[in-house]
């Protein structure tokens, strides 16, 4: 009976491989973003704070998607070790230039895998993505409309009050 049962495995190897790759992405945009929360908390940026610590909430539990797809998919799913990250910005925008950049990255990245998918002919992991797919539209969003307020507000005092005041409020709506 357990020969009918893994008569084949389940995912390709180079399915696998990528998104064991995502899974440390994820897992290291985390850290990332804790960082970023940390040093907004200690500057008093109280609202881009809570963002960031919202922000590796949410990674984590994107980790933890592929994770559980890989696992549910009777393949190993690998608990990755993350690398520092970074501690120190020149400024409130450059964090929010970073988490842009890391977010870009992301969606690469997953675009990537729905190309290898693709390539693979694997439908059920491309459909797992789709959500994915959308998901990152809106962080993308989010981090580029925070630094659309930098250009048009500035950033002396009253400029990064105002983000501030305004960064917990951006969201994404599909509808427009």
């Known amino acids: 009976m357990k020969d009918i049962l893994r008569r084949h495995s389940v995912l390709k190897e180079d399915i696998v491989n990528t998104i064991n790759k995502q899974i440390k992405m994820e897992a290291q945009s985390s850290a990332a973003y804790l960082a970023m929360a940390a040093w907004c908390d200690t500057r008093g940026y109280d609202n881009c704070a809570a963002h960031f610590f ?72 491309e459909e797992f993505l789709r959500w994915f797919v959308q998901e990152q539209i809106e962080e993308e969003f989010v981090a580029r409309r925070t630094l659309e307020l930098f250009d048009v507000l500035g950033e002396d005092k009253i400029a990064l009050g105002m983000i501030e005041e305004r960064v917990l409020t951006i969201e994404y709506s599909a509808e427009g």
Request: charge should be negative.
């Open 54 to 125: 919202k922000q590796s909430d949410e990674e984590r539990k994107h980790q933890m998607k592929f994770f559980r797809y890989l696992t549910d998919m009777e393949c190993d799913a690998i608990s990755p070790s993350v690398g520092e990250s970074q501690h120190e910005f020149a400024s409130l925008r450059s964090v929010f230039e970073t988490a842009l950049e890391m977010e870009i990255a992301v969606t690469d990245s997953i675009h990537d895998m729905v190309r290898v998918c693709r390539k693979e002919g694997d439908i059920a992991t």
